[in-house]
């Protein structure tokens, strides 16, 4: 009788897990989902921008509405893994009435079982139409394409990349350090965005912007008192921001000046601060630095719009 109560309990605590984790996936995700460092993750996407600005555009409005359609399509079918489950539970109670009046028999309990099967194979399918949310970036981005392509050459394209994929990703750990207790800080360079284009004025404009990020990996310590082995999880040590700018200028039409007082070291620009600043053999280049982990696209428009204050226009 025991070991008959005992499988009962296993069974009907399979039966729950089961039951709730369709439930979960009949209810639409509202909550926002976080990784383990407890920041929002975002959908991750990388475009290669190679092509004229419309074009760019408009493939990325065309991947937000895919990705708005399949997860519409999927929503249809929610319910459907639960339906499936409790019609198997039906089936499984035929069987058990059977048992009652002195029939053994364990068809529909076999036939309820592969229903369930059934259904948790549909959830599953269901639950990877639950994309997450584009990251800010990526409207930023495209306002970014949207602001500059009146500056391009008729016909003219950008070149480079749009990497959204994540910033503390291990492919793009720059270098590593341990620190006196022998704990391991990771230094990641996140090159989100990078991009090339000959303007109509005839110079040749570079953007990249960098994020860089610190992450201390989880270690071993023994406790002083207990003398007890304890894992500490990973901390996010902080992140900054770098954007790299070189503007090459058409010596027909530009001179560059060395001081101007809207562009000039250490000046505040938004969320940004010039860093580095050069305007040697007719090309600006400089890095203006920010503390802040998100910085909008109109911090970075800003800043190459005061760059241009360093370009004087030739007499004709």
């Given at each position: 009788m025991e070991a008959f109560f005992c499988v009962g309990g296993i069974l009907l605590v399979f039966v729950l897990i089961i039951f709730f984790y369709l439930l979960n996936t009949?209810?639409?995700?509202?909550?926002?989902?976080?990784?383990?460092?407890?920041?929002?993750?975002?959908?991750?996407?990388?475009?290669?921008?190679?092509?004229?600005?419309?074009s760019i555009m408009q493939g990325m409005d065309k991947l937000k509405v895919d990705v708005?359609?399949?997860?519409?399509?999927?929503d249809k079918w929610r319910w459907f893994p639960m339906l499936i489950f409790l019609a198997g539970v039906s089936l499984m109670f035929i069987d058990l009435l059977l048992l009652l009046f002195g029939y053994t028999s364990f068809i529909f309990i076999m036939g309820g079982v592969a229903l369930w099967i059934a259904a948790?194979?549909?959830?599953?399918?269901?639950?990877?139409?639950?994309?997450?949310?584009?990251p800010p970036r990526y409207n930023g981005t495209k306002s970014i394409l949207h602001?500059?392509?009146?500056?391009?050459?008729?016909?003219?394209?950008?070149?480079?990349?749009?990497?959204?994929?994540?910033?503390?990703?291990?492919?793009?750990v720059a270098r590593t350090s341990k620190d006196t207790q022998d704990r391991t800080t990771e230094y990641f360079r996140d090159e989100w965005l990078a991009l090339k284009a000959k303007l109509y004025d005839g110079n040749i404009l570079r953007i990249s912007a960098i994020q860089k990020s610190k992450k201390r990996k989880s270690y071993t310590k023994r406790s002083r008192i207990s003398g007890k082995y304890k894992t500490k999880p990973e901390k996010f040590k902080g992140t900054e921001h770098d954007l790299k700018v070189r503007i090459v200028a058409n010596p027909e039409v530009y001179t560059i000046t060395r001081n101007s007082p809207t562009f000039k070291h250490g000046l505040n620009i938004g969320k940004f601060t010039i860093s580095e600043l050069s305007?040697?053999?007719?090309?600006?280049?400089?890095?203006?630095?920010?503390?802040?982990?998100?910085?909008?696209h109109e911090n970075i428009l800003q800043v190459i719009r005061s760059a241009y204050s360093l370009l004087q226009r030739k007499a004709a």
């Open positions: 009949a209810r639409k995700r509202n909550a926002p989902v976080t990784n383990n460092l407890g920041k929002k993750d975002y959908l991750p996407v990388y475009i290669s921008l190679a092509d004229k600005p419309q708005q359609k399949t997860e519409k399509s999927g948790i194979v549909m959830a599953r399918g269901l639950r990877k139409s639950d994309f997450q949310d584009f602001t500059l392509r009146d500056d391009l050459r008729p016909s003219g394209t950008f070149l480079g990349h749009l990497d959204l994929t994540g910033a503390l990703l291990p492919t793009k305007t040697e053999g007719g090309i600006i280049s400089f890095v203006a630095s920010s503390p802040f982990e998100e910085v909008e």
